[in-house]
């Protein structure tokens, strides 16, 4: 494991990345990779954490770890909880309004995350909906019948 943390950590050096860390979490068979970078601009950030993202799980893969997760700027935290905040904010429309509502396209990841944070709600079912890039989430409230 420490062969592969060390083919990340020169890779991003040669890449001209200074502050970051590369670390492997054992319980969960994953390597984390955080890059905190000024010159990255917000415009490009989405584009690059996808290249780079996609170029870390080919060589993950190769070396037999289960998954990988990259985050360069925080983007993807701060972006999880815009997502989260987006989706609780559907759902309470869609409960007091009755009527279903569409969240954006997301991808895999992104809608996972909302079908986990929503399911604890009595009130509404989560389910995907479309096909490839435009597949996106409807929040559809639920009917108490027992009243």
Do not use: W
């Not at 701060?78 to 905040?85: D, H, P, S, V, Y």
């Not at 409960?95 to 604890?120: G, T």
């Amino acid at each position: 494991m420490d062969n592969l943390q060390d083919i990340f950590k020169k890779m991003i050096e040669l890449m001209g990345f200074d502050d970051f860390s590369v670390s492997y979490d054992q319980e969960g068979n994953r390597l984390l990779v955080f890059i905190n970078d000024a010159l990255i601009s917000e415009k490009n950030l989405p584009s690059f954490i996808n290249n780079f993202d996609y170029l870390a799980k080919v060589i993950a893969q190769k070396n037999n770890i289960e998954s990988i997760f990259v985050d360069v700027n925080n983007y993807r935290k701060k972006r999880e909880g815009l997502i989260l905040e987006l989706a609780r904010a559907a759902a309470r429309k869609s409960v007091a309004e009755k009527k279903e509502i569409s969240l954006p396209p997301m991808n895999a990841y992104e809608r996972r995350l909302v079908h986990v944070d929503l399911a604890s709600r009595p009130d509404i079912k989560t389910e995907s909906s479309g096909e490839g890039s435009s597949r996106c989430i409807v929040i559809k409230p639920i009917e108490n019948n027992f009243l």
